[in-house]
């Protein structure tokens, strides 16, 4: 005999460490209990901004897993327990290896873009404000332009670096 049932799974979000994450919960994982007696639940966790980011418990940012509705509930319920399951697996030395990894990369190209800015120095600097312009180029031989005077050239450079570092910043937040 065939029988019929309604699944019913739960769905939340969390944030964990900048990384958006859902959550889909499923306590009573195809009725099993019904028939066979086993308390078999279904968590699926996903990184969805950004999109299938790494995590302690997943390279891909996806994870399938099924444990019993008892342990989720004595846990606090799904968040919780995946919480403390993120929070568990990024104390150990490999997701620290693989963190710090990820933070050199992100440095790496700070510094890289960075570099290229100040090669471009007269362009950028004159869009935004910080250094040439095509007025202040023909007056070069003035004593009160910042060509003519290296140490104000070089207060407009560190001025123009700070506002590329506010830009790049801003850049690497939204990734």
């Given at each position: 005999m065939s029988r019929t049932f309604?699944?019913?799974?739960?769905?939340?979000?969390t944030v964990w460490h900048g990384v958006t994450i859902t959550i889909s919960y499923e306590p009573r994982w195809?009725?099993?209990?019904?028939?066979?007696?086993?308390?078999?639940?279904?968590?699926?966790i996903e990184a969805i901004a950004p999109e299938r980011a790494p995590l302690p418990i997943t390279e891909t940012?996806?994870?399938?897993?099924?444990?019993?509705?008892?342990?989720v509930a004595a846990m606090g319920g799904p968040v919780a327990l995946v919480r403390t399951w993120l929070d568990e697996e990024a104390s150990s030395p490999a997701w620290q290896q693989q963190a710090a990894?990820?933070?050199?990369?992100?440095?790496?190209?700070?510094?890289?873009?960075?570099?290229?800015?100040v090669a471009r120095w007269p362009s950028l600097a004159a869009?935004?404000?910080?250094?040439?312009?095509?007025?202040?180029?023909s007056n070069a031989e003035n004593p009160k332009s910042h060509l003519a005077n290296p140490e104000r050239q070089l207060s407009r450079r560190k001025k123009f670096i700070k506002y590329a570092e506010v830009r790049i910043f801003g850049e690497l937040r939204r990734l």
């Amino acid at each position: 005999m065939s029988r019929t049932f309604k699944r019913y799974i739960e769905h939340y979000e969390t944030v964990w460490h900048g990384v958006t994450i859902t959550i889909s919960y499923e306590p009573r994982w195809l009725s099993l209990a019904d028939d066979y007696g086993l308390d078999t639940a279904h968590l699926e966790i996903e990184a969805i901004a950004p999109e299938r980011a790494p995590l302690p418990i997943t390279e891909t940012g996806y994870r399938s897993h099924f444990t019993t509705a008892h342990a989720v509930a004595a846990m606090g319920g799904p968040v919780a327990l995946v919480r403390t399951w993120l929070d568990e697996e990024a104390s150990s030395p490999a997701w620290q290896q693989q963190a710090a990894a990820a933070r050199q990369l992100t440095l790496f190209f700070f510094r890289v873009t960075l570099r290229g800015l100040v090669a471009r120095w007269p362009s950028l600097a004159a869009s935004s404000g910080y250094g040439c312009s095509p007025s202040s180029l023909s007056n070069a031989e003035n004593p009160k332009s910042h060509l003519a005077n290296p140490e104000r050239q070089l207060s407009r450079r560190k001025k123009f670096i700070k506002y590329a570092e506010v830009r790049i910043f801003g850049e690497l937040r939204r990734l």
